[in-house]
C-alpha cells in the first residue's frame, strides 16, 4: 500500500513538465539537481532553530529588554475558584450573560465579580511585554540575517535581474549549493514557527497565520522538489525584505519610543504595499504565469505553483487593508494605532472603562458630599448669624 502510494505521488507528470521525466534528472559527479530527501533536514534544523531561539532570547533579548526600560504590566490575579477554573479551561474563556449569571448562583457571587474573575484570568494568560519584545528581537535577528543572505545568495544571479532566466534551462538546471543552504534556512525557520505556535503571542489573525505558514512550508518544499529554485529565491527575498521593518517597529512600539516607531512604522508600510502588492504580482505571479508558458506546457505542477502564489497574494491583500487603515488612522491621528492584529489589551480596556466609571462615580458621590456638607454649614453659619451674644452668655435670636 505504501509502495503504491509512493509510485502514485512521486509520478513524473506531476512533478515535471510534459515530455521530462526523472531519469532526465539524474545526478553525475558535476551537475546536482534537488533530491526531496534532502527536505528532511529541515526538521533537524528546525529542533536546532529553536532551541537557539530559547538561548537567544534567555541570554540577549530578555535582559536587553531590561536595559531598554521595558517593563511587564502588573495585572492582578484571579482569585482561585476551582468552579470557574474548570470553566475556563474546559468550556469558554469569554462567557456570555446567561452563562455568567449561572456561574454567579452556582458560586453565590455578584455577576460583576464573576465578570471581573474571567477578566483577571484572561489577563494572567495574556502575554507579558517582555515576551513580545523576545519574541519580536528573535524574529528580527532571523529575518535580517535571512534577508541579506538572500541578496548575497542572488546579486550575481541573472534571474534576480531577468526574470525570464527563471526559466531558461528548466527544470534541468543545477542545484548551486548557496541555493541549497538557502533554501534548508527558511524552510528550516517556517517549520519552527509552526513547532512553537502554540507557545507564541496570539494575535487577531491567528487563522491567516497558520494558513500562512502551510502554504510558504508547501510552496518551499515543492518549489524545491520541482526545481522551481529560482522563482523560490525570489519568494523568500521579496517577503524578507518588508518583515525587517516590521519586527523592529513592533520592538520601538514595547519601548514607548513613539515617535521613531511611527517613522519606522510608515517606512514598513511603504516597503510591504510596494513589495507584496507591486513587486510580487508582477516579478512572482506574473512571471509564473506567463514567462514559464515560453518554455513549457502547463502541467499539475503549474497550477499547483500558482494556486499556492495567489493563496499567499490573497494574505498580502488581507494584510494590506489592516496597514492600510493603520496609516489611515496614523494621518488622522498623528500617532500610529496599537497593532490591530493584537487583542492582548481588549480585557485591559474594559478594565480601565470599568475604573473610570467607578471614578466618576466616586466623583459624584464626592461632589454631592461636599456641596451637602458645604450647604449644612453654610445654613449653620446663617443660623449663627442671626443670633446676638450677650455679656452674661446668653444668646438671644435676632
Known amino acids: 500500500m505504501a509502495r503504491s502510494l509512493n509510485e502514485w505521488l512521486w509520478q513524473h507528470e506531476f512533478w515535471l513538465p510534459p515530455g521530462i521525466t526523472w531519469e532526465d534528472m539524474e545526478e553525475s559527479e558535476d551537475v546536482h539537481y534537488p533530491q526531496p530527501r534532502d527536505l528532511l533536514l529541515s526538521i533537524p534544523f528546525a529542533l536546532i532553530l529553536v532551541v537557539i531561539r530559547c538561548a537567544f532570547e534567555r541570554a540577549i533579548a530578555l535582559p536587553l529588554s531590561s536595559k531598554l526600560g521595558v517593563r511587564d504590566k502588573q495585572r492582578p490575579k484571579a482569585q482561585p475558584n476551582p468552579m470557574l477554573e474548570t470553566f475556563y479551561s474546559t468550556c469558554c474563556k469569554n462567557p456570555e450573560e446567561g452563562e455568567l449569571i449561572s456561574l454567579a448562583k452556582q458560586c453565590d457571587l455578584p455577576v460583576r465579580k464573576v465578570e471581573r474573575w474571567f477578566r483577571c484570568r484572561r489577563n494572567t494568560d495574556r502575554p507579558s511585554l517582555s515576551k513580545k519584545f523576545c519574541e519580536a528581537c528573535w524574529r528580527f535577528t532571523f529575518y535580517f540575517i535571512s534577508f541579506f543572505t538572500g541578496l548575497a545568495v542572488l546579486y550575481d544571479k541573472p534571474w534576480l535581474w531577468d526574470h525570464r532566466e527563471c526559466w531558461t534551462g528548466y527544470p534541468q538546471q543545477p542545484l548551486l549549493p548557496s541555493l541549497f543552504w538557502y533554501y534548508l534556512l527558511e524552510l528550516s525557520f517556517y517549520w519552527s514557527l509552526v513547532f512553537t505556535l502554540p507557545f507564541d503571542v496570539k494575535r487577531k489573525d491567528f487563522k491567516e497565520q497558520i494558513v500562512h505558514h ?185
Open 214 to 398: 502551510a502554504a510558504t512550508i508547501f510552496l518551499i518544499s515543492f518549489s524545491y522538489c520541482a526545481n522551481y529554485i529560482r522563482i523560490g529565491t525570489l519568494v523568500m527575498v521579496i517577503h524578507d525584505a518588508s518583515d525587517c521593518f516590521l519586527e523592529p517597529t513592533k520592538i520601538f512600539n514595547y519601548m514607548k519610543w513613539k515617535k521613531t516607531c511611527d517613522s519606522l512604522f510608515m517606512v514598513f508600510s511603504a516597503v510591504f504595499l510596494i513589495s507584496r502588492l507591486v513587486v510580487f504580482p508582477y516579478t512572482v505571479l506574473y512571471n509564473t504565469y506567463y514567462y514559464s508558458m515560453e518554455i513549457f506546457q502547463p502541467f499539475f505542477g503549474y497550477y499547483f505553483m500558482n494556486a499556492l502564489l495567489i493563496t499567499l497574494q490573497l494574505l498580502h491583500v488581507f494584510w494590506s487593508c489592516l496597514i492600510i487603515h493603520m496609516v489611515y488612522k496614523f494621518i488622522l491621528q498623528g500617532t500610529m494605532e496599537k497593532d490591530m492584529r493584537s487583542d492582548t489589551e481588549e480585557s485591559d480596556k474594559d478594565e480601565e472603562r470599568e475604573k473610570i466609571s467607578e471614578k466618576e462615580k466616586n466623583g459624584i458621590t464626592y461632589f454631592s458630599n461636599v456641596t451637602s456638607n458645604n450647604y449644612i454649614r453654610r445654613n449653620e453659619s446663617e443660623a449663627l448669624n442671626n443670633r446676638t451674644h450677650l455679656t452674661n452668655g446668653h444668646v438671644k435670636d435676632r
